[in-house]
């Protein structure tokens, strides 16, 4: 099984070492290259980073690569066993290697991440408290136009208090190619309407925001056989600090 697993990463910076992982530096148009693969080359969308973070990476996968199976992690982030350490060198040894994939990929048609569990709101209010209310509610007006066989499972993910985070995913190529004519057509159409002008360097991300919402969207729509795992940290999370920021957000977020 030809496995390609690439992990989107914009700095130097520890790679695993089975030949699975394809380290890919992401918006590398115009930038010095670290010695990886590059998103800037042959079909890419590399120099939109700033607005669609990892997705130029998937995007670069989408068109240029051949394989059979294809993944997405980050350069801090990756899909392996469950571990209660906090030592780096531990935690990369709990990382996923190709026989744990081939064996997964046996039984089930796509790997996600555990959910990230919101409790106190729902997916809908929590993107409209952290990011724009507008650009959402015109994703949702062109699934409603373009995808309306998708505004059923639109309107359930968003309802829901739980979602798959980080655009991260292993699966077959043919399904790969499926999800992103589907994601980018999307994207693409919701681009000239949104205006960026007035957007921190946090909220520009918002084609990368939006694409973790729609990947879930997408998944409820196809009803794949899906199998959550662990994803192994490799820099610990200051948990207070971002439940603070989450609570912020959530009460003194900004009028459009």
Not at 131 to 138: E, S
């Amino acid at each position: 099984m030809d496995i390609r697993i690439i992990v989107a990463t914009h700095k130097t910076y520890w790679m695993p070492r089975d030949p699975v992982y394809l380290p890919l530096q992401v918006g590398a148009a115009g930038k010095e290259k670290l010695g990886f693969q590059t998103d800037a080359e042959g079909d890419n969308i590399s120099r939109y980073n700033p607005y669609y973070c990892e997705l130029t990476g998937l995007y670069w996968a989408w068109k240029n690569l051949s394989c059979d199976v294809v993944g997405l992690c980050h350069y801090r982030r990756y899909f392996g066993h469950r571990t209660l350490t906090h030592s780096p060198e531990k935690k990369k040894k709990a990382i996923f290697h190709k026989k744990d994939y081939e064996a997964l990929l046996r039984e089930y048609d796509v790997i996600v991440p555990e959910k990230r569990h919101y409790y106190i709101e729902s997916v809908r209010s929590q993107y409209e408290h952290a990011h724009h209310k507008r650009d959402l509610d015109l994703v949702e007006q062109i699934i409603a136009q373009k995808y309306p066989a998708y505004k059923a499972a639109f309107e359930a993910v968003m309802e829901r208090r739980s979602l798959y985070l980080w655009n991260m995913f292993v699966m077959d190529k043919e399904r790969f190619d499926a999800y992103c004519a589907w994601l980018f057509d999307i994207l693409f159409l919701l681009e000239p309407s949104v205006s960026l002008k007035d957007y921190s360097s946090y909220e520009a991300r918002v084609f990368g925001f939006l694409a973790e919402r729609l990947w879930n969207v997408w998944l409820e729509k196809q009803q794949l056989r899906k199998i959550e795992v662990p994803v192994i940290m490799l820099e610990n999370v200051n948990w207070p600090r971002k439940i603070g920021q989450f609570l912020k957000r959530k009460f003194n977020h900004a009028e459009e």
